[in-house]
């Protein structure tokens, strides 16, 4: 609920819980003044409120009788004060004020005092900081006992307002480390996969591990003697190509080219039979199938 104050407007912002069901005196902490305050869900209702006394006309021209009349009706209004006896006055009782009502009203009037002598020093407005440091304060790490303080009022402030207790800065960190550690995969599970699957394939003896770099060498060797191979028959090929100019050139090996070339000559006429062969096979074999 929102107190203000009759003299100075001052405004204050409470909790209904502190304000009894029967009303209770505050204090302005600004200029001192108290009032009766009543719980916003018992606020007195208008009607209650005597009515004013309606207005008699006077005339502008009285007579000598009233005349007369008015200046009796002092003398006897002033004799039956005299003899009236002082009554005592009746009033709401005063109760103490909660000292934690008090320091949050004074804190209130406070900002509140401060703030007008702001606006009130400077007309032009201008845009807050927005809650960022400065930069002196910025470079300034604060202390364990600045936080400790401000933790405290965080906490009181809330408890007060009815909001649960803020969560310190080592909850929150632990709980951002525990929702980034649920979305990414976890490293000692990933390892162990991987174990395991070295396991099942290392064998009973678990000698996987010192057979790789005879599997790597026997690999390497059969792509080595298979390159040699096909180089073997590349270079044999140009030889019988380019026989005859190579007996041309070296008359010495005319002998060898000359036999070397027959031999691939019947070594052509072989293979090339064995292909007919192996022809006419396969066409006998279709023959028998679709008959």
């Known amino acids: 609920m929102r107190l203000t104050c009759p003299n100075c407007d001052a405004q204050y912002e409470v909790p209904d819980e502190v ?29 209650d409120q ?4 309606p207005d008699t006309p006077v005339d502008d021209d009285p007579g000598p009788e009233q005349d007369s009349a008015s200046e009796q009706e002092p003398d006897e209004s002033s004799e039956q004060e005299d003899k009236a006896p002082e009554l005592p006055s009746e009033g709401p009782t005063r109760r103490e004020l909660d000292p934690a009502v008090a320091n949050i009203l004074q804190q209130e009037a406070e900002t509140e005092q401060q703030a007008r002598k ?14 960022l440091p400065d930069t002196d304060e910025a470079d300034t ?14 906490q009181r402030m809330a408890r007060m307002r009815g909001e649960p207790e803020p969560m310190s800065d080592a909850a929150v960190t632990a709980a951002a480390i525990s929702s980034r550690r649920d979305l990414l995969p976890d490293i000692e599970e990933i390892n162990s996969t991987l174990r395991s699957e070295s396991e099942r394939g290392s064998g009973p003896d678990g000698q996987a591990g010192f057979d790789a770099p005879s599997e790597v060498k026997r690999r390497s060797g059969f792509r080595r003697g298979f390159l040699l191979m096909i180089l073997l028959f590349v270079l044999l ?4 190509i380019y ?12 002998g060898l080219l000359t036999s070397y070339v027959a031999w691939v000559d019947q070594l052509r006429l072989w293979l090339d039979a064995q292909i007919q062969g192996l022809a006419q096979w396969l066409d006998a074999k279709a023959s028998e199938s679709g008959g």
């Open 19 to 47: 304000m009894p069901v029967s009303g209770r005196d505050v204090q302005c902490s600004n200029c001192g003044q108290t009032w009766f305050q009543h719980h916003p869900d018992h606020m007195p209702a208008e009607d």
């Open 50 to 53: 005597p009515p004013e006394p």
């Open 118 to 131: 702001k606006a009130a020093s400077d007309p032009l407005e201008s845009q807050p900081d927005l809650g």
């Open 141 to 154: 790490p604060p202390t364990e006992e600045q936080e400790r303080r401000t933790a405290e009022a965080r």
């Open 237 to 240: 090929s140009l030889l019988y």
């Open 243 to 254: 026989a005859p100019r190579l007996s041309q050139s070296v008359p010495q090996l005319d």
